[in-house]
């Protein structure tokens, strides 16, 4: 009912040459072994991407998407990466609202919301990141802090636009630690996730989002990340540089 999904974010790692190779190897293994229902998202830094778009089949398994873009399609922003920037590179997808992003850029969840519109009026899907530090998990209102984050930036969307939003759930205190969530911990957020997208947009609209969980997830502990009945699939970073292990994610399914 679902579409399952493995994402990978390179974050600021790679070079253009080093990108390359990691496409290809990912293009050859998804081919070869993974199991054609699941959808496989790359998400290079955004100077790789119309670099390595040639290196993907055309068949559409595997697409690619940016890490971040700006609220405005075009302006002084030195720096920045739009939206319609990224959909002309050949990115789908462009990931918002990262952990990574609210820490050290210090987005907030009403620039985010600015940001989710901006990326699909211009055609990009958006897979939302929300995920709570370790101090309200230890609070244990983990719910009430994740439920916010997507109040305050997705629940202005229409039931239409909202079509268009995977989550990514990804508790902060396990990304890059190399402390993941439990299966059931992830399963427990995943269900508090969807009930709320439900009492907003309805049932069957929460029945159809894609909720991925992200927080080192590896090769050795995503089957049974991937087994939970709310869990769609994973937003993967440091396994995501390694082809094999990344590979081995997405055949967990
Ligand atoms: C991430 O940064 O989105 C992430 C999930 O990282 P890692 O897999 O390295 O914990």
Not at 6 to 18: D, Q, R, Y
Not at 68 to 92: I, R, W, Y
Request: proline share 4%; charged share 25%.
């Amino acid at each position: 009912m679902r579409q399952k999904i493995v994402a990978g974010n390179w974050k600021m790692n790679k070079t253009l040459v080093e990108a390359q190779s990691l496409t290809s190897e990912i293009a050859n293994m998804v081919e070869d072994e993974a199991p054609s229902d699941v959808k496989v998202v790359i998400a290079p830094p955004a100077p790789f991407i119309y670099a390595v778009e040639n290196l993907i089949p055309e068949m559409g398994q595997i697409v690619l998407a940016g890490q971040n873009c700006h609220q405005e399609d075009a302006g002084a922003f030195t720096g920045e990466v739009s939206a319609p920037m990224l959909k002309s590179l050949g990115a789908q997808y462009v990931i918002l609202g990262h952990s990574e992003r609210r820490e050290h850029f210090s987005e907030t969840d009403e620039e985010l919301a600015k940001k989710t519109d901006n990326a699909l009026k211009n055609d990009l899907k958006v897979i939302f990141c929300c995920g709570e530090p370790l101090e309200i998990r230890e609070a244990d209102t983990q719910n009430e802090y994740v439920t916010k984050q997507l109040t305050n930036s997705l629940f202005h969307l229409t039931p239409e636009q909202f079509k268009n939003i995977v989550i990514a759930y990804e508790p902060i205190w396990a990304i890059g630690t190399g402390k993941t969530a439990s299966s059931q911990q992830a399963q427990d957020m995943h269900k508090t996730i969807r009930e709320h997208i439900a009492a907003k947009f309805g049932q069957d609209a929460a029945n159809k989002t894609s909720i991925l969980y992200g927080g080192s997830c590896k090769p050795d502990n995503a089957k049974e990340l991937f087994s939970q009945p709310d869990v769609d699939g994973g937003l993967i970073g440091g396994a995501s540089l390694k082809s094999r292990d990344f590979t081995d994610i997405i055949k967990s399914f």
